[in-house]
């Protein structure tokens, strides 16, 4: 990275400092609401857009050039490493990921080995031409948490109850840990492809965690979720760890080795600087529906947002959750200048 790179506001933040404004993106930022995005995808499948370097590229890119966030994030899913070492699944749209053999024993877990290079190559080649567009922005690269890849794989698909996930948790304990092994590892070869590719951060998602009890999590997760998150710490770029309903876990997401901790809506932000604790920045936690509020609304939530996030190491403004799809893109445009241009006015 270049020292104009380094010296970004996004990433100043994430290691605790004290950038010139308040660095702001948004999850999902990167297709759903915009209209470019939906043209561009029309006709082509998600997995098959995830796959293709230009298309990629471009959906990338879209927010950026639209919105002017502090950092881009890469456009893909997190069944994707999953899809490309040949694992038999498919996104459904209007569902979401379906997985066409659930796994019920040992003997299923040969299938997924290791992530080579020509795996992702057009993911790779995507990451390094972003870099060379994206200039001083950063661009974050992402992988699905171990528990919220394992819960897809156990449940078939989407679970509102997680019921057999946590069955097989419970019941075979052994199996549990041998499957989130694997997907620990798989996630983590895929984040260090990404980063050797040039992206300057990294986020790990882990949709599913606030079904867990702190207990549950501690136990049959994080070991987990600590070992992607270390097996990149060598890289020396920013790592964040995001959950949904995690309010119960932050501080024990940020003891599993993230830099960042992401909040989502549900835990006011100064609270969630006292879960986290000391020593790691804190992203987020705007209520992505409140986009949908008059405009005035909207900016004073930021401007309390910001406020409770003073007393943080450093503070990433972002939603608490992922860009919902009928939002209108001039709410987050009018949202980003907002945050750029507010002084907090907290001590």
Known sequence: M????????????????????????????????????????????????????????????QPVRRYGVDAAIFFSDIVVPLKA????????????????DPIRSAAQLTQFRDIEPDDVSPITDAVTALVGELGTTPLIGFAGAPFTLASYLVEGGPSRDHRLTKQLMYSEPDLWHALLGRMAAIAGQFLRLQVEAGASAVQLFDSWAGTLSLADY?????????????????????????GVGTGELLHSMGDAGADVVGVDWR????????????????????????????????????????????????????????????????????????VHGYESTAS
Request: charged fraction near 20%.
């Open 267 to 338: 835990v006011p932000m100064d609270e969630a600087v006292r879960r986290v604790g000391p020593g790691r920045a804190v992203q987020g936690n705007l209520d992505p529906t409140t986009l949908f509020a008059p405009t005035e609304f909207v900016h004073s939530r930021a401007a309390q947002i910001i406020d409770a996030a003073s007393a943080a190491e450093g503070h990433v403004f972002n939603l608490g959750h992922g860009v919902l799809p009928a939002t209108d893109p001039d709410s987050l445009a009018r949202l980003v200048d907002f």
């Open 2 to 61: 270049t020292s104009t790179m380094t010296d970004s506001a996004f990433l100043q933040a994430c290691r605790g400092e004290r950038p010139d404004h308040t660095p702001v993106w948004f999850m999902r930022q990167a297709g759903r609401s915009l209209p470019e995005y939906l043209a561009l995808r029309e006709g082509t499948a998600m997995l098959e857009s995830c796959f293709r370097t230009d298309m990629v590229v471009e959906i990338t890119m």
């Open 218 to 242: 501690e136990t049959y997760v994080k070991p987990h979720s600590a070992a992607v998150l270390d097996s990149v710490a060598d890289l020396g770029v920013p790592r964040i760890h995001f």
């Open 85 to 100: 070492i040949g694992v038999d699944l498919d996104i459904v749209p209007g569902v979401g990921p379906v997985v066409a």
